[in-house]
């Protein structure tokens, strides 16, 4: 078998960017629904508006509630794209990261949704991390989110976990020069673990790839685990997401601890 020539693209680069077109398209895909439906909504309201049926009170409300559910839809996915490229400015403070955790359980609304269980194992007097509060539920809100998503509509177990870890040795290999962890150092680590289906293998390595989604088009632009590793590499952490032998993800958040940051 012969080796590629100087003129001819080597096998696993023309692979590469067979996978990087597959997503940009799934992206343009997902944006045309995210935009375009309720775009119509809004055409059809405004159609409404301007037709010759005199407008009730009970019209008049189902109408501008039309406008504002599709104007609201379309700013959502806007400010998605642009979060996703922007700089992020952080303010520092030293947090609790169970504290942290049940603000993103809150925000992302798994405790109110019927068919999801949810288990906390919280480690107990963990020590602070210094994070952007903000950014960081984020973060961990979009990991949340991703795990519901994998299990519905049927329904499962999500389950959060937290606990110190002091590195035995150095880990460096694999990992930005910020992010590696010298052996004594301490970290609290954060799991998040579902029930869902899983991810393939072969989309495993894309995952975290701008605007690659695994969901159908019009259930999300693919910018959720963007954001949320954008937001943890910023903070000299890692961001890890793994299937499980028995079924489901493990996304795991490892984060410096306020003395070694």
């Known amino acids: 078998m012969s080796e590629p020539t100087a003129q001819s693209p080597r096998p696993e680069n023309t692979l590469r960017q067979l996978e990087e077109a597959g997503a940009l398209s799934h992206f343009a895909s997902s944006i045309a629904h995210e935009v375009c439906n309720p775009l119509s909504q809004i055409v059809l309201a405004t159609d ?26 379309i700013d959502k996915a806007m400010k998605q794209m642009l979060r996703a490229c922007a700089p992020i400015e952080t303010s520092m403070t030293p947090e609790n990261v169970n504290t942290l955790l049940d603000d993103a359980l809150a925000a992302s609304g798994a405790a109110a949704a019927a068919s999801i269980h949810v288990e906390k194992h919280y480690g107990g007097s963990l020590p602070p991390v210094l994070v952007d509060r903000q950014h960081v539920t984020e973060a961990i809100t979009h ?52 029930t869902g289906h899983g991810i393939e293998a072969a989309k495993m390595p894309l995952i975290f790839e ?41 996304a795991t958040l490892t984060l410096k601890t306020a003395s070694h940051i």
Not at 173 to 191: L, T
């Open 48 to 73: 409404l508006l301007a037709g010759p049926r005199p407008l009730n009170e009970d019209l008049r409300k189902k109408i501008t509630g039309f406008l504002r559910q599709g104007a609201d839809r």
């Open 143 to 194: 990991v949340i989110s991703n795990a519901i998503d994998a299990m519905m509509p049927t329904g499962g177990t999500l389950t959060l976990k937290t606990e110190l870890k002091v590195f035995e040795s150095s880990e460096r290999e694999g990992w930005q020069r910020q992010s590696w962890f010298r052996a004594g150092d301490r970290a609290v680590v954060i799991e998040i673990t579902d």
């Open 210 to 250: 701008p605007f690659y989604t695994t969901k159908p088009a019009g259930k999300g632009a693919g910018l959720g685990l963007t954001v949320a590793k954008k937001i943890v590499d910023l903070h000299y952490g890692r961001l890890e997401i793994n299937n499980r032998r028995e079924g489901g993800v493990r």
